[in-house]
């Protein structure tokens, strides 16, 4: 499968840690200046969202976006997107996303990002798609849920093979 647009699962707030939020920007740009591809987020002009998106948009590829209705009434909206799509729940919005990317990469951010990418993750497992998952483990910040995966598989409740589910990187280079 080749790789021609990216979901992005990630926060739509700014991290407190500035080394933090300098590791995010570092791999986007290295990624966006490696990689040609389309982007396909939750279309949020705030908090790495934001970020993402206009890194990209500055590195010359399409951004679109994908936001329930009800947050878009908040006005946190990116409006310079290439594309932009409203739907009615958060469920819709992981849909949308599911059918309009090649692969998933999941940033650093909060409740919504575990959701996003356990379920994303939860469906590979299952064998309802087989597109690649990145997990970006910038400045260690997902070493507790990589911790707790294998936790998990040392209690026998996730499979050996499921290891090779998603793949933990922490260069652009990583993503292949």
Known sequence: MSLKKLGVFCGSSMPKDKSLFQGITSFLDELFEQANFDVIYGGAKIGVMGEVANIALGHGRLVYGVMPEFLQQRKVDHKGLSGFEVCETMHERKEKMYLLS?????????????????????????????????????????????????MMKDAGFISDSDDELVKIVTRASDLA
């Open 102 to 150: 090649d692969a998933f990469l999941i940033l650093p951010g909060g409740f919504g990002t575990l959701d996003e990418f356990f379920e994303i993750l939860t469906w590979r497992q299952l064998s309802l798609h087989s597109k690649p998952i990145y997990l970006l483990n910038v400045g260690g910040f997902y070493d507790g849920v990589i911790s707790h995966l294998k």
